[in-house]
């Protein structure tokens, strides 16, 4: 079973700032399917990246994710106010199972 | 535009049973795989069961095996969450989810709807 480590557990940044999310898979996966979400309290989590480095429709340009084999990265460019959530990454196996990392606290 | 609904949850006793309902909108859901998702709280996404477009094929995480059934019905448009033999470990935000292609990526989500498990 692969699991997916993230780090750090909460990133403390201001607007403006560069954020930098890691997620570290326990063995080599096929960065197809590597995805990452954005999720705020109470509300419905977002797609923000597939396949490793693919945005989902919509998404700002200032979300970037890019990796492979066990090393996965989501990069936040410029952070605006309503992107401090917690972000997730996740895989898709087989078996088939998914898989989602701890998750990573983007706060002010 | 395209959204997801849930609705069923509430307060039950452990060792009791609910059944949760997510209602699609605005696509053709049964084109689609479908998705339990929960978050128990204080900590992060847990995969639950999955239902692909034909609702004959199903998986479920280790959690779920045994006492969960998930359930779609195409000419109702509803995906479902049969939940058995609750326990407090069960109390959570349960999300449905709609994967959006091969690469396993759920691309729409619902708002969620909470169970507590208590007596």
């Known amino acids: 079973e692969i699991v997916l480590t993230q780090s750090p557990g909460t990133l403390s940044l201001s607007p403006g700032e560069r954020a930098t999310l890691s997620c570290r898979a326990s063995?080599?996966?096929?960065?197809?399917?590597l995805a990452w979400y954005q999720h705020k309290p109470g509300q419905a989590p977002r797609l923000l990246i597939y396949g490793a480095s693919t945005r989902a429709t919509g998404i700002p340009d200032r979300f970037s994710g890019s990796g492979s084999e066990t090393d996965f990265i989501l990069t936040i460019t410029r952070l605006e106010p309503e992107d401090f959530a917690v972000y997730y990454c996740q895989h898709y196996g087989s078996s088939p199972t998914w898989t989602f990392g701890q998750g990573t606290k983007v706060e002010i | 535009q395209v959204s997801l609904t849930e609705s069923g949850g509430g307060v039950v006793q452990p060792g009791r049973s609910l059944r949760l309902s997510c209602a699609p909108f605005?696509?053709?859901?049964?084109?689609?795989?479908m998705h339990w998702v929960r978050q128990v709280p204080g900590k992060g996404l847990e995969w639950m069961a999955s239902?692909?477009?034909?609702?004959?094929?199903?998986y479920y995480a280790a959690s779920a095996r045994g006492r969960f059934i998930i359930l779609r019905d195409n000419s109702k448009s509803s995906l479902y969450l049969q939940m058995n033999s609750l326990t407090a470990g069960d109390t959570a935000v349960y999300y449905c989810?709609?994967?959006?292609?091969?690469?396993?990526?759920?691309?729409?989500w619902g708002q969620g709807t909470l169970v507590t498990v208590s007596s």
């Open positions: 239902i692909w477009r034909d609702g004959n094929t199903k």
């Open positions: 989810a709609r994967q959006g292609g091969d690469t396993g990526a759920f691309d729409l």
């Open positions: 063995q080599t996966i096929s960065s197809i399917y």
């Open positions: 605005g696509f053709s859901f049964r084109t689609y795989d």
